[in-house]
């Protein structure tokens, strides 16, 4: 499956509750520092979901994102199954 690479607006993603309850601010800020270095990376996962995007997998590159006082972030669309 080839994965669709797109640049979304932050604030359009929705991070679930359990998976921000794992969030390392010590993480995000070396993810930040590394950003500044190098660019982004790694785009982060979501999937559709109404007219939001719901974030898959990048919760410290998203966190890295807004540190850094960005809008948007890269991503990739994937199909993951809803419980």
């Keep these: 499956m080839a994965l669709k690479k797109q640049t979304l607006t932050i604030h ?12 390392d601010l010590q993480k995000v800020d070396a993810l930040a520092e590394s950003m500044m270095e190098k660019g982004h990376e790694a785009p982060i996962l979501v999937r559709p ?14 966190e890295a994102c ?18």
């Design 12 to 23: 359009d993603v929705y991070v679930p509750v359990k998976r921000r309850q794992t969030l």
């Design 49 to 62: 979901d109404g007219q939001r995007f719901v974030l898959v997998e990048g919760l410290h590159r998203l």
């Design 66 to 83: 807004k540190a850094l006082g960005e809008t948007t972030v890269p991503a990739y669309f994937v199909q993951a199954r809803q419980h």
